[in-house]
């Protein structure tokens, strides 16, 4: 099945400061979507895109599907995004319809 | 209200107890799934179904068990509850026909003694 690589696995900012998640793919995908883990452990999904590039105010989010990655962007970081960003990806046709996790980045945000 | 609701939120159990996790959805989507989060190993899929009457197991089945009661709700079982089933179980849904958003539920926090 589609391996999901995410990198770092944690990372350290100061708030104010500009990030860069990447997610490596295995395989092509039809489906592919971030999500953030707060600390009281809910998941919110912040983008779904298969390919092309989103933005939703301080976030961004790009998917280079021919090149099977992905990078979300956090730029001026807040204490409140902290947290867990997981990557998610699926391929309709392989796999059947289910979404398969990448490991995390775990983002802690300094004041 | 959340749209995707588990109960319950905590449970402690023994070994060898059977305990059932509940889900139910306001979302009107087809898609539901369990999910299962453990500490530096992600989200796996335990289950996953696309309808009522079609209920497919995911990477790690073994020791659970599913009913798709109806369209809004999805139960995940385990017959004989043991220490490493420990974990953060989650619910979650989405639009069918092909992928769509996923969108999770509060997720319910296992513990087996």
């Known amino acids: 099945g589609i391996q999901v690589e995410q990198s770092p696995p944690d990372l350290i900012l100061q708030e104010g400061a500009n990030s860069t998640l990447r997610c490596n793919f295995s395989d092509s995908v039809n489906n592919l979507q971030w999500f953030h883990q707060n600390p009281w452990g809910q998941l919110i999904n912040l983008f779904y895109?298969?390919?092309g590039t989103k933005q939703n105010g301080r976030l961004s989010a790009t998917t280079v599907a021919t090149e099977r990655y992905s990078l979300l962007y956090i730029s001026s970081s807040q204490t409140t995004d902290s947290g867990v960003y997981f990557c998610?990806?699926?391929?309709?046709?392989?796999?059947?319809?289910?979404?398969?996790f990448g490991q995390g980045t775990e983002l802690s945000v300094k004041p | 209200d959340a749209d995707v609701t588990q109960t319950p939120r905590n449970r402690i159990t023994k070994t060898g107890k059977r305990i059932m996790l509940e889900c139910s959805q306001t979302k009107g989507h087809d898609r539901m799934y369990w999910y299962r989060q453990d500490p530096g190993l992600g989200l796996r899929l335990i289950y996953y179904?696309?309808?009522?009457?079609?209920?497919n197991k995911g990477e790690i089945s073994d020791g659970y068990s599913v009913s798709r009661q109806a369209q809004a709700k999805f139960s995940l079982s385990l017959e004989s509850a043991i220490p490493n089933q420990t974990a953060l179980y989650f619910c979650?849904?989405?639009?069918?026909?092909?992928?769509?958003?996923?969108?999770f539920g509060e997720g319910s926090r296992l513990t087996v003694l």
């Open positions: 895109i298969p390919s």
């Open positions: 979650a849904t989405s639009v069918h026909p092909e992928g769509g958003e996923l969108f």
């Open positions: 998610a990806v699926e391929n309709w046709y392989n796999q059947g319809g289910k979404l398969i």
């Open positions: 179904s696309f309808d009522v009457k079609d209920i």
